[in-house]
């Protein structure tokens, strides 16, 4: 039987929390690429006061680290699910059917 106890379930996962340890590694390697790579997040305006911070390159390289970032749990959760959590109920026996073509 299914659980649709959606509501329950959110909380649960948006309440997950990520070790700031593991974030702030993540950031860390993150901006030693922007800084190998002499990218910065956007320009002062013209009296200093604040930023601009809509640099094309710094928000595709975002982009790309967010993406990449997704992608390294999407396959494993996708590829590694646990046998128990793969599908509702016993699966089937699939029987497969051999067809011989007659060649007389």
Request: net charge positive.
């Amino acid at each position: 039987m299914r659980n649709l106890k959606m509501r329950k379930v959110a909380k649960e996962i948006i309440g997950f929390k990520i070790p700031k340890a593991t974030l702030n590694s993540f950031k860390k390697k993150f901006y030693q690429i922007m800084r190998d790579n002499n990218i910065k997040e956007g320009e002062w305006n013209s009296s200093g006061s604040s930023r601009l911070i809509s640099n094309p390159e710094w928000v595709m390289c975002k982009t790309l680290f967010l993406d990449s970032l997704r992608r390294s749990l999407d396959f494993p959760l996708l590829f590694d699910t646990p046998d128990d959590l793969m599908a509702y109920g016993e699966q089937p026996q699939y029987i497969a059917e051999v067809f011989y073509e007659n060649n007389e």
